[in-house]
């Protein structure tokens, strides 16, 4: 591991800096789009897996089929698969993609942060442009007091509310308790927010699911998708109140854990699945006109490391995450080396927009940059390197796009 000095570091961000202020107003992106009314703005659906891995996901390469609605879609659309989250954890990983905004330039670092009020939200931006803007998140800390701004509908779970009375079954309730909810509970409150949706705009949605997070237990029908042995769920409940070293538990148990989380994802892409047929039998969503857009805000280790089930560090496992785009006429089946950030999901959401639609998007101050150009092939290479914060900012990791993942290394750690 290699650490850089203060001075380094500054150096880095100065770089980073001058590449920020490459970004641009965003004009039309021929040759990436299909012929299509110029006046019509796409609805965007950005879905957004909490702690999910990229080497997970059947379109990443996983021999596993634990996304088989994920790989159609992924079939249709343009695949990046040197994509790094800017953050370990949910807080600040998530308002830091939703703004494109370098976590450290949010000062977010815990649950009791506040987001800034004078950076811009993915919702405000969307809202200007006219869409309606609708969220449903899946943890109560991802709440309307801390990221609503911009939203006209918001849900999410919160002790007592009012759709948790629709459901009866004990799982349900136990995430009540925790103020979590499943994907199928995700998807019923996204739809109803977004029922009531003016017809007459487009619609702009993110929708947050959490399920592969750690217990891991999926709801019944869905419980031991992959795992063999089953007898762990209930006769090793020690397995889940450990959430660090992987030598306490053996090789048996730290494969169960591993097959539960692939079953967890598999059980979210069912539901995504789902949404989108939902979405498309109401006449807001459709693939063939509008765009969808998949990342994760983390990942997880699963027995790497000495640790599993753990985020809180910069390791490959847990920064490396999945992001994908598809639809609106983007070209299809396009899967892209070059190095991303989730910091430049928003700039190329609205980079897309602005070509498909000829609506004039405004100049905003990013952090992350457009990748249009990488997708319709005009550049290679879409940045020299990605910034990872460490939960806490006690840190930063750094990757460059000839950094192999090897043992423990990090690759550049800087202090702050
Ligand atoms: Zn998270």
């Known amino acids: 591991m290699v650490r850089l000095t203060r001075r380094n570091f500054l150096k880095a961000g100065i770089a980073v800096g001058a590449a920020t202020l490459g970004v641009s107003a965003y004009k039309y992106a021929p040759g990436i789009l299909s012929a299509r009314n110029r006046d019509e703005r796409p609805n965007v659906l950005w879905i957004t897996m909490d702690t999910t891995r990229y080497d997970r996901l059947g379109f990443n390469g996983y021999t596993r ?3 088989p609605n994920l790989d159609k879609y992924a079939e249709q659309g343009v ?21 494109s905004k370098y976590p450290k330039n949010l000062s977010l670092a815990t649950f009791f942060d506040q987001m800034p009020t004078n950076v811009l939200t993915a919702a405000q931006i969307f809202r200007s442009l006219g869409y309606n803007t609708s969220t449903a998140t899946s943890v109560s800390f991802l709440n309307r007091d801390f990221l609503g701004k911009g939203f006209d509908y918001f849900s999410s779970p919160m002790l007592g509310s009012k759709d948790r009375d629709d459901f009866k079954n004990p799982l349900a309730k136990l995430h009540a308790l925790l103020n979590i909810r499943n994907g199928e509970e995700t998807n019923y409150a996204l739809i109803d927010t977004a029922k009531n949706s003016d017809p007459d705009k487009p619609n702009f949605y993110w929708v947050h699911y959490f399920d592969a997070h750690f217990p891991y237990t999926a709801p019944e029908g869905f419980k031991f998708k992959f795992a063999k042995n089953k007898s762990f769920e209930n006769g090793k409940k020690h397995i889940y109140n450990l959430r660090s070293i992987t030598k306490l538990i053996n090789d048996e148990e730290a494969n169960f854990l591993s097959d539960q989380y692939d079953g967890q994802i598999f059980y979210v892409d069912y539901h995504i699945g789902k949404l989108l047929k939902t979405l498309e039998a109401a006449g807001k969503f459709d693939l063939n006109k509008d765009l969808l857009v998949f990342n994760a805000d983390h990942g997880d280790l699963l027995g790497e490391h000495g640790y599993y ?5 910069a390791y490959e496992e847990i920064t490396h995450v999945p992001f994908m785009i598809t639809g609106a006429g983007l ?16 700039p190329t959401i609205l980079h897309i927009i602005g070509g498909n639609s000829g609506v004039n998007i405004p100049k905003f101050r990013f952090d992350g940059r ?32 000839k950094f192999v993942p090897e043992g423990n290394v990090i690759l550049t750690v800087c202090l702050f």
């Open 309 to 313: 089930a753990s985020h809180h560090s």
């Open 370 to 401: 457009s990748l249009v150009d990488v997708i319709n092939g005009n550049q290679t290479k879409a940045r020299d390197f990605v910034l990872t914060d460490l939960a806490n900012f006690e840190g930063c990791a750094v990757r460059d796009d």
């Open 331 to 346: 070209s299809r089946g396009k899967n892209l080396e070059t190095l991303t950030a989730n910091l430049d999901i928003l």
């Open 65 to 67: 089929d634990t996304t």
């Open 79 to 99: 695949v990046f698969h040197k994509n790094y989250s800017q953050a370990p954890v949910t807080i600040p990983s998530i308002p830091s993609f939703l703004t």
